[in-house]
């Protein structure tokens, strides 16, 4: 017979082995870091270069033009990632976000190897998962909720 506390954290049974609280901030430590990563990483830097990457951006569905394509994908990396870190419009910012990731992915890379695929496929796995759940109890989403409600 095992130990009832060993079996809750061997078999991660999460309705009495993981506190509420603990989840929350693990979702809220995720979503923080993936947003500002994302900014940092691709998003400020695709902004401060704008007119130089716009030319030869790719426009995946053939009728947006490079420019209108790099304006999305930026609107989406910036303003979607600080919206995701405040956990503002949590599953708007995060659907646009997965959107990219996926437009990129399978689109833009899709003749590539899988490895030039991966990071976005990751991302895209995050930001479905905050589409899906939203920003958590540690967002302003929450907090408008209640307060409007």
């Not at 704008?50 to 030869?56: G, K, L, Y």
């Not at 394509?69 to 976000?97: N, P, Y």
């Not at 399978?106 to 995050?126: M, T």
């Amino acid at each position: 017979m095992i130990n009832p506390i060993v079996s809750k954290w061997l078999f991660l049974d999460f309705k009495t082995g993981v506190n509420d609280k603990f989840t929350e901030f693990v979702s809220l430590s995720v979503r923080v870091a993936t947003g500002l990563i994302m900014l940092f990483s691709h998003g400020v830097g695709k902004w401060m270069n704008f007119s130089n990457i716009a030319p030869n951006f790719p426009d995946p569905f053939g009728f947006l033009g490079s420019t209108l394509s790099l304006a999305l994908v930026v609107g989406s990396e910036v303003f979607g990632s600080i919206l995701l870190v405040l956990g503002l419009f949590t599953r708007w910012a995060s659907f646009s976000l997965l959107f990219t990731m996926l437009t990129a992915a399978f689109i833009v890379h899709f003749p590539d190897p899988f490895k030039e695929k991966e990071l976005a496929i990751l991302y895209a796995l995050i930001f479905f998962f905050f589409t899906v759940r939203g920003g958590g109890k540690y967002s302003l989403d929450h907090f408008l909720k209640r307060k409007l409600t």
